[in-house]
């Protein structure tokens, strides 16, 4: 069965990076684009972006460019997510998602979600 | 890339059935038959309930149903039961490989 386990909980410091795995199995990795989304305390969805793990293209939200850099790993079917210069504001979880359809359909696989907590 | 419109809350008696609208442009939900709507029950992560305006993922009961006109996607879960109680978000594909989200709708069971 699909699975996409994501790494565990971080806590930053104003300024630093984080990085957010995710690995995935049960499927053809290069055959399916991975979003990411985060959900901050108290607020909605939001995308991040996504990469596709077969040519490693990346789109990211207009709100993220700069800050963000998704990657993969053929070898080891993991995706990443690296987020720089963090802030409060990043406080969140962090989901990894499977497109169901190359890059518009349905997210049908999530990951568990990644807390990363950004305090002095 | 503004966040698609949706109402902060409905609620409904179980058996009955809700509406849940989900507003964007026609840059997104209006110019392409890619919304897709998400459960999320709180620590867990979201579940796909709807692509594609209208299709059910297997596993995912007839009670729910999606639609769209113009620029409004909507949500009908019918015959309520108090496990539906969650929050409920739209997505919208919106050109150029990128998406949209809507601010969720929690949804409570009377």
């Known amino acids: 069965q699909v699975q996409l386990v994501q790494s565990g909980a971080e806590m930053k410091k104003p300024g630093a990076s984080v990085k957010v795995s995710c690995k995935a199995s049960g499927y053809t990795f290069t055959s399916y684009y991975m979003q990411w989304v985060r959900q901050a305390p108290g607020q909605g969805l939001e995308w991040m972006g996504i990469?596709?793990?077969?040519?490693?293209?990346?789109t990211y939200a207009q709100k993220f460019q700069g800050r963000v850099t998704m990657t993969r790993d053929t070898s080891t079917s993991i995706v990443y997510m690296e987020l720089s210069s963090l802030r409060s504001e990043d406080t969140a979880v962090y989901y990894c998602a499977r497109d169901s359809r190359s890059y518009t359909g349905g997210f049908d696989n999530w990951g568990q979600g990644t807390l990363v907590t950004v305090s002095s | 890339q503004a966040a698609l419109t949706q109402p902060r809350s409905v609620s409904g008696s179980p058996g009955q059935s809700v509406t849940i609208s989900c507003t964007g442009t026609s840059s997104d939900v209006g110019g392409y038959d890619f919304v897709s709507w998400y459960q999320h029950h709180p620590g867990m992560a979201p579940k796909l309930m709807i692509y594609d305006v209208t299709k059910r993922p297997s596993g995912v009961p007839d009670r729910f149903s999606g639609s769209k006109s113009g620029n409004t996607a909507s949500l009908t879960i019918s015959g309520l039961q108090a496990e539906d109680e969650a929050d409920y978000y739209c997505s919208s594909y919106a050109g150029s490989y990128t998406r949209v989200f809507g601010g969720g709708t929690e949804l409570t069971v009377l």
């Open positions: 990469i596709n793990p077969g040519a490693g293209s990346t």
